[in-house]
């Protein structure tokens, strides 16, 4: 019997990274490496905005992390749209 479905529900997490002195950037990280293979453009950055969506929520209320988030957000759905169509 082969299983495919996997019991981890998120292919890709985010966090923030950088200094209070230096520009703050979001960083992301494949939860399983198998993943990293077999994805297309879109499933990709639809994963990315997930994860950022994810931070978002569940993140302590740093105003510097939320807004670095928001940008992050609109600049992979616009990127999003470029790919799609």
Same mark, same amino acid.
Do not use: W
């Given at each position: 019997?082969?299983? !495919? $479905?996997?019991?981890?529900?998120?292919? %890709?997490?985010?966090?923030?990274?950088? +200094?209070?002195?230096?520009?703050?950037? %979001?960083?992301?990280?494949?939860?399983?490496?198998?993943?990293?293979?077999? @994805? $297309?453009?879109? $499933?990709? !950055?639809?994963?990315? !905005?997930?994860? +950022?969506?994810?931070?978002?929520?569940?993140?302590?209320?740093?105003? $510097?992390?939320?807004? %670095?988030?928001?940008?992050?957000?609109?600049? @992979?759905?616009?990127?999003?749209?470029? %790919?799609?169509?």
């Amino acid at each position: 019997m082969n299983i !495919i $479905e996997n019991e981890i529900p998120y292919l %890709v997490e985010a966090k923030t990274c950088g +200094c209070k002195e230096r520009e703050r950037n %979001v960083s992301y990280h494949f939860i399983e490496s198998s993943h990293g293979l077999c @994805l $297309e453009k879109g $499933e990709l !950055i639809l994963a990315q !905005i997930q994860a +950022c969506e994810r931070l978002l929520k569940y993140a302590p209320k740093d105003q $510097e992390d939320t807004n %670095v988030l928001k940008e992050e957000i609109a600049k @992979l759905r616009l990127a999003l749209d470029f %790919v799609r169509y």
